[in-house]
């Protein structure tokens, strides 16, 4: 599927009209491609923008996902995609990308723009067990806390995605942490 908002480098128009209408201000970039300026930057957008190098065998998951669903203004430098398929990938299919190789349970991800993006509630659950192991340094904190700004009651619904999941590493603190900013939200509204 055409995305009629999306320029591709190479696609509709070359490199260099694309850096051209850039620095006229024409259009901006999003993602992988550029976009009119003028248009509205939606969830659909963000996910299309990644479908040239995002097969449909890997969803888009965390820092990523949290991009894509609109809690952050801005992609992360690398992308972290995750196996849908139960058949393994020799290697990530793209070196921007960064591939987590264990299989994605159903039912966590949803078709956006023509890629697999985890639910917004699998998103914060995964961000909140990374955060927790110290994965990706302090920078996955500052997505948690931009996630629970963006939508407050998503506390709740991380907590029942991570009861109905099977067992993860740091599922039990995840869910504590997530008790606690969902007491905190619940008494703030």
Partial sequence: MSWPFLYFADDRLSTAELASARLDGDVVEVGEAYMPADAVET?????????????????????????????????????????????????APDARLVYRDQLLPEGVADCIGGVWVTTPAQTLADLVRAHLAGDAGDTVGGYVDAMLRWRPALAVEAIAALERGGAVHYKRHALAFLRVRAAVGATTT
């Fill in 43 to 91: 969830r659909e957008l963000r996910a299309a923008s990644l479908r040239p190098m995002i097969p449909a065998a890997l969803a888009v998951i965390r820092e990523s996902a949290a991009w894509v669903h609109g809690a952050v203004p801005d992609a992360p430098a690398r992308h972290t995609v995750q196996r849908r398929s139960p058949a393994r990938l020799n290697q």
